[in-house]
């Protein structure tokens, strides 16, 4: 087994497990959703409005929610510093690291995503849509987080210095991604415009995320 | 195989954790790292595999690999046990095995060793301190690498353990690795070099702030100061958050 493989299959087992972030994620999600028609009240057309909006920023928080664990948990066992010393290039390691990450809690969000959007009054096509602009767009969320992710692996409480580094980069992701799903609901501009441009973050984001992250970590170790 | 050193020096957090170090140990040797605690034992074996920067002096392997760096062909067991407390013993072994690019090796053997082989489907959470020492020393076994750098590596094991730990650093020598390992007590080998660490001048710390403790217990150092208070917190309670009990330990103390 290549070292990236089994670097993968643990980082989900892990999460899988007791104690790890999978199961959290989705339920913060789930939660978040179904809070919100509770706190705006029964107005169908509201709802539906600022589904897109409500959805895209619970998928936000809930990927955000177990990352700041991602690096200070191995940092603080001391598998860091064996991975560190290993043959393979950190900037992929950290990468895998990511995928692992948004395998197990950015893909059950998007799974979950068509029942909440029940919740919000949304019909077929303005779940498909959301669907597609969250399966676009989370990954980004992920591997942006990395990079806070990386900066906070040696603070005790580094969840809360993650959030304030990381959200404010997630603005682009998630001005388009509402966008996106917004234009599918409610128009009127075309859903390729904004979508495209999602495509083209998450893009940007996969290949800075593992480099600023590995960089973060080498500058951290020291 | 030989490592050796030549004037190696580590700058770390504004001072110098060790200056002039100069060692060579050669396949079939080993070599006990001794000083007293903050002499720089773990920093040294850090900067041999490279998580610590070298501030001064060169550091060469001879006869090893030449397309693979030294932490590339070293096992380092530091204090921390790099194991995950939900997977289980033979999941954590089987991943480092994996991860450190071993192709196909049966852990069975290695579990063995260790006396863990019982234990191979509990979750690592429910070891004791003893036990996640063995697994990781399991790594060791399982994984040829030829150079072993050892932090400590006796501090949690029971007797027996460290016969048989003893046992296994033997073969590894025979097999023509080498051995770097710090210690404090004995690291049971014959015929093991010695390197003391921290036989440096005292530093302005210990000379400027006196305190009874300093004095009596610890000795001077560079970060006996820091090492006193700590350990004088740890004594009364074992929270860190500050306290009014904090205060009094320290005073108690001092």
Known sequence: MSPLAALLIRDMRIAVRVGGGALMGVLFFLVVVTLVPFAVGPDLALLKRIGPAILWLAALLASLLALDRLFAADHEDGSLDLILMSHAPLELVVAVKGVAHWLTTGLPLILAAPLSGLFLNLDAPAEAALVLTLLVGTPALTFIGLIGAAIAVALRRGGLLLAVIVLPLTVPVLIFGVAAANAAVVGPVPFGTPFTVLCALTLASLVVGPFAAAAALRQEME | ?????????????????????????????????????????????????????????????????????????????????????????????????GFLGARAVDIQPSLDAVGLDELADLP??????????????????????????????????????????????RTHLAEGGLILAASHGSIGLDGAQELRLGQATPSPLAASAPSPLVGEGWGGGSESGAIASTGAIRLTTPTTNPSPQRGGGERKTS
């Open chain 2, 124 to 169: 690592a959470a429910y070891l004791s301190a003893g036990q996640r020492r063995r697994l990781s020393i399991a790594r060791l076994l399982a994984v040829k690498r030829p150079i072993w750098l050892l932090d400590e590596p006796t501090s949690t094991l029971d007797a027996s353990a460290q016969q048989r730990l003893a046992g296994f650093m």
């Open chain 2, 1 to 97: 195989m030989r490592l050796s050193a030549v004037d190696l020096a580590c700058h770390r957090g504004g001072r110098d954790v060790f200056v002039g170090l100069s060692f060579a140990v050669a396949s079939g040797e080993a070599m006990a790292i001794t000083g007293r605690n903050g002499a720089g034992k773990s920093s040294l074996l850090r900067t041999i595999v490279g998580l610590v920067r070298i501030t001064h002096g060169q550091l060469a392997l001879e006869g090893g690999d030449p397309e693979l760096t030294i932490a590339e062909q070293a096992h380092y067991l530091g204090h921390q046990d790099a194991l995950k407390p939900s997977l289980s013993v033979a999941e954590n072994l089987r991943f480092w095995v």
